[in-house]
């Protein structure tokens, strides 16, 4: 029976030695070349999502205008504080890329008689995002397009039914890039306050009376994260 006993043993001990394999040792090798591989795969994978609403202000203005009414050329100059409204959202991939896309709509009233310009548009956007303590920081850019209505009133409008002379309506399109740079604040792990300045660019159809300038934005942005 010893004989026996001592005999499996050293066949377990042999065959452990010649076949470290099928004893269950890995393939180091191997096992660094899948996690390598996988990591390589992982790099830009899809992370999760983020989106919301934000309001903005700011100061945007045009160039001078001159409109010719009835009783001759009249200089105008357009600027001030606008608000609105509008959102975005963001898909994140790997560490730091976030596609998406967002839109506004902007009102900036001025003028003696209310005149106002009411700029909308909207795009594709991307940024890369690093994070520093609690905050996440962003810079990118948004391409795409919009319009702007601008009405100029020169004088007291009534509440009738008369047509008023003293008006300029126009409204034209306009392919846009706005790059931007903000912060995210997190208030939870799914909920952030929002912090952005942008400047919105007319690449297409620049007109004198476009307003553009630095936009303040502030917002709560909602999320899920892998």
């Known amino acids: 029976m010893k004989k026996t006993m001592l005999t499996l043993v050293a066949g377990c001990l042999l065959s452990g030695s010649l076949f470290p394999a099928a004893a269950g040792v890995p393939d180091n090798s191997g096992a660094v070349e899948v996690r390598q591989e996988s990591d390589g795969r992982s790099r830009m994978a899809y992370r ?6 934000m309001l903005h202000t700011g ?32 898909f994140m991939f790997g560490r730091h ?14 003028g003696e008689h209310r005149s106002h310009a009411k700029t909308g548009w909207g795009g594709v956007l991307a940024d890369c995002a690093w994070k520093l303590g609690g905050c996440r920081v962003f810079v990118g850019g948004t391409v ?33 890039v706005a790059p931007f740079a903000g912060v ?12 952005k300045a942008d400047w919105m660019l007319n690449v297409s159809n620049p007109q004198d009376d476009f307003v553009t300038g630095p936009r303040l934005y502030v917002g709560f942005m909602f999320g899920h994260l892998d």
């Open 184 to 195: 995210e604040v997190a208030v939870t792990r799914k909920v952030n306050v929002v912090f």
């Open 48 to 53: 999760g999502f983020i989106g919301g609403m």
């Open 144 to 176: 795409g397009g919009g319009s702007q209505t601008n009405t100029t009133i020169l004088s007291p409008v009534g509440n009738d039914y008369l047509t008023e002379d003293a008006v300029s309506y126009r409204k034209y399109g306009f392919i846009a």
């Open 97 to 110: 890329l976030r596609v998406g896309a967002e839109g506004y709509v902007s009102t900036l009233t001025y």
């Open 59 to 90: 100061y945007v203005c045009s160039r001078d205008i001159t409109l010719m009414t009835p009783s001759g050329p009249d200089n105008i100059s357009v600027g001030g504080a606008p608000f609105g409204v509008g959102g975005a959202i963001r």
